[in-house]
C-alpha cells in the first residue's frame, strides 16, 4: 500500500496526558499537511511542511502542539497535556512538489480524551 | 480570508436518479477548488479539482463538477446514483498564488444517501 499511513488508528487517554501521532506520506510526495477534524465539521488546517521545514502554522495549533518532520519524510504530531476539546480526528495528508497537485489523505488518528 | 459553503447537510436521492451537491465559495482571484468524499472512520478520498480550462470536471466514480465564476460556485454532479456513492461529501478551496497559503479550506460537508 503506498498511501498515506497514520499510527495508531486510535488513542484513548486522560485529560492531561501527552500523545504523539505518527504519519509517513507517500514516499515521492515532500509536502505534508495535518488537519483536525471534529465531529460533523470538515478538516481545519493545523500546520503544513515543505521537506523538512514547517512553513505554516493555524492560530488553532495552540503552544500545547508541536509538530516536526526531521528528515522530510514522517511527521510526528505531539500534544502536551491534553484537554477534554482536543478529542478530533487528527488527518494527515501529503502533496506532491507541484502546485496542481491534489492533497491525499491518510485515515487519521481518532484521539479520545477521558 | 477564503471560506466555503454547503448549504445542504444532508441530501437524499433514489438509485439510479441524478444527484447534485452544491457548494459555493469566496476566495480572492481565481480558486483553486476540489471534492473530496469520505467513508466512515476513513480519510478523505480526492475526487476531483478545478485548476483552470473547462467549466465541467470529470473525476473519480463518474463524479464531475461544474464551475460557474458568476454564481461562484462549484456543484458536484452525477448522472445515476449509486447505492454505493452514499457518503460525506466535502467541498474545499485553495487560493490560487503560489506564494500564499497552501492548505486547503473545507466546506461543513454534505451526507448523501442514496436510497436503493
Known amino acids: 500500500d503506498t498511501g498515506v499511513s497514520q499510527d495508531p488508528r486510535h488513542k484513548i487517554t486522560k485529560r492531561g496526558q501527552n500523545v504523539t501521532f505518527r504519519c509517513d506520506p507517500i514516499?515521492?510526495?515532500?509536502?505534508l499537511y495535518w488537519y483536525r477534524q471534529t465531529l460533523g465539521q470538515g478538516p481545519e488546517f493545523l500546520t503544513y511542511?515543505?521537506?523538512?521545514?514547517?512553513?505554516?502554522k493555524s492560530r488553532l495549533l495552540s503552544d500545547r502542539f508541536s509538530a516536526e518532520r526531521p528528515k522530510g519524510s514522517f511527521s510526528t504530531l505531539e500534544i502536551q497535556r491534553t484537554e477534554q476539546g482536543d478529542s478530533a480526528m487528527y488527518l494527515c495528508?501529503?502533496?506532491?512538489?507541484?502546485?496542481?497537485?491534489?492533497?491525499?489523505f491518510g485515515d487519521g488518528t481518532r484521539l479520545s480524551i477521558l | 480570508a477564503q471560506s466555503v459553503a454547503q448549504p445542504e447537510d444532508q441530501v437524499n436521492v433514489a438509485e439510479g436518479n441524478p444527484l447534485t451537491v452544491k457548494c459555493t465559495y469566496s476566495?480572492?482571484?481565481?480558486?483553486?477548488l476540489f471534492w473530496y468524499v469520505q467513508y466512515p472512520n476513513r480519510g478523505l478520498q480526492f475526487l476531483l479539482k478545478?485548476?483552470?480550462?473547462?467549466?465541467l470536471v470529470k473525476g473519480s466514480y463518474g463524479f464531475e463538477a461544474e464551475f460557474n465564476k458568476s454564481q461562484t460556485s462549484f456543484h458536484l454532479k452525477k448522472p445515476s446514483a449509486l447505492v454505493s456513492d452514499s457518503a460525506l461529501y466535502f467541498c474545499?478551496?485553495?487560493?490560487?498564488?503560489?506564494?500564499?497559503?497552501?492548505?486547503?479550506?473545507f466546506g461543513s460537508g454534505t451526507q448523501l444517501t442514496v436510497l436503493p
Open positions: 495528508a501529503s502533496s506532491a512538489g507541484t502546485v496542481l497537485g491534489p492533497q491525499h
Open positions: 514516499s515521492e510526495h515532500n509536502r
Open positions: 511542511f515543505q521537506n523538512e521545514a514547517q512553513l505554516e
Open positions: 476566495v480572492s482571484g481565481n480558486p483553486y
Open positions: 478545478y485548476i483552470t480550462g473547462d467549466n
Open positions: 474545499a478551496v485553495r487560493p490560487p498564488s503560489s506564494g500564499s497559503a497552501r492548505q486547503l479550506t
